[in-house]
């Protein structure tokens, strides 16, 4: 009788239990002993192993006493108010749930309607998740599709926008398919996250797939294992099982008998069963059966993904803390990544480059076989595959985009999709006086000039991004531009006869005349280099690429306001502002001046107007012409002084009483 004993893929500890005892392990090592709160996995003989080792259970955490060491919290989680009490009784304690499980946790803790979790309601990680439901709010655990159409029938009428519905990550999939149906079927808004850990639905299929070629199925594993019970149950519907703890509970006899007369033995195993459990069932087997043509070992190996330094790998995320993220490689190591590896931008809290549940790849950089522990580069992958992209973008012109991190000698070094790009001082754009280190921690746009492959090294050019940003700019300008059209610009320089805005790449002139209604001797009176001007275009040249610009707005018009307020005949308070052979200038409101002539400026005759008006002098004036056509106005203090004489005319009797009087 010739028998093939086949051993599951994916038998024995996943991710979240090796990593649960790997801390349990290292914590006892490294502190002299620890506990764990409630038995680490469910196998007797693996918790035996693990208490020589100094891990020890406690099943009270609060009447645990903290001197006796740091509390490991297990795979399946435990209620939020665990860690509450730990916290604030200040237990030292390490928690190693499943990232797959605590995901449930942040799920349901955000919940404000109903939560409905497919799952056995009497399992720890279960009533974890019970746990970590906010308070008032209505919870359900449901068993099955029975259990799931009763509860929901009850909800009748039941807001369903606040239904989540989350399964205990062992939960049988082909059950939780159907309760997603049925869910769907009563409320189409139900909200139903897909919580069934894959570690588990993969160990199941596969299991299925050996059971259904193999005349009997060892399934090996704790009885109170929820896991390894349904793996018994998948199994057992497609050939006899042997529901086993460990070797020693098999019986030779039974095994005889189930095994008849030769063809293919399966073994698979709970995701809590450690592999010498499963090595040492498979001798017996092999002993019973008269197989001794098996490696255990390759088989085992067989079973997980093989890793090198160097190889690119796919990896899942399942942890980020404040230094590393940890990802599943679906290879029996635990695989790291350091905050330094996960990112070539430095500074960066490794939450900010993953989350959990992403897939990403990475390069192996170190193996501990001992330790079952692999370090990885995601830097490195996306250094690769920047300089795939780079190495396109040298053909292709694509401008990209970075950051700058550092100013170094001769240029600075920008960051962008991950990989380091030099960018010489001449290409930055930054004068030869100007400082680098302004640029860092902007971000940049830069042509890529050269990528050297074998050094890993790029260069690239800001100045040649902005030139063509530049001119992109400028050909929009000349095809939009319109008379009338208004800018915001900067004064880029100042000449006697006016200054250059720039309009956004183009510059405009506006004459010393359009720059101000007052009168102004050069334009450095009104503006400075770098002052934001509102203009607008008065005419533009295309072909000489010239731009003529005003800046004078029609309701700051002094002319306007000069005749809103006088007229002809008025007198006014003026000021002079020069003198002339023929006459005075006064300014009677800003922007308008007004001419005495020498014949207007006394009653009696003036040869020099200087020997009677000095600039500066404050006088009345009257008006007596306002020209609109030519904006002159003519003013007279003459007129002024010729009333005089008549209205002394008038008092001069009085006066000289008074002073016939006075002689007296
Ligand atoms: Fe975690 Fe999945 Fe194992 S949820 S504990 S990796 S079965």
Redesign the pocket.
Known sequence: MAYTIKLAKSAGF????KR?VDTAVRTATEQGGCYTYGPLIHNNSEIERLGTLGVKVTEDYKTFDKEKGTLIIR??GVEKAVTDYLTEKDIPYIDAT????AKIHSIVAKAEGTVIIAGDRTHPEVMGIVGHCNEGIKVIVIADEQELQKELEALENYCENALIMVAQ??YNSSKWQSCKRIAKKYYTNIKIFDTI?S??SERQSEAESLAKEARLMVVVGGRHSS?TTKLAQICGKHCPVLFIEQGSDIDKAEVTRLAGDGGIIGITAG?STPAYIIKEVHKIMSEILNNEDFDFMAEVDKTFKKVYIGNRVKAVVVAVNNNEAVVDLGTKHSGYIVAEELTATPNVAPSDVVSVGDEIEAIVISINDAEGVVHLSKKKVDSVLALEKFKTAVESGETLEGVVTAAVKGGVIVIADGARVFIPASQTGVPRDGKLEELVKTTVSFKVIEVTEARGRIVGSIRMAKKEQNDAAKAKFWETIEEGQKFTGEVKSIESYGVFVDLGGVDGMVHTSELTWNRIRHPKEVVSIGDKLDVYVKSFDPEKKRVSLGCKKEEDNPWTKFTAQYAVDDVADVKIVSITPFGAFAQIVPGVDGLIHISQVSNERVNNVAQVLSVGDEVKAKIIEINEEANRVSLSIRALMEAAPAEAAEEAPEAEEETAEDAE
Request: proline residues 6%; neutral net charge.
């Open positions: 996943c991710f979240g239990v649960a795979s399946h499943c990232p797959f499980v990550t062992t850990c570690a588990t896991n995701a």
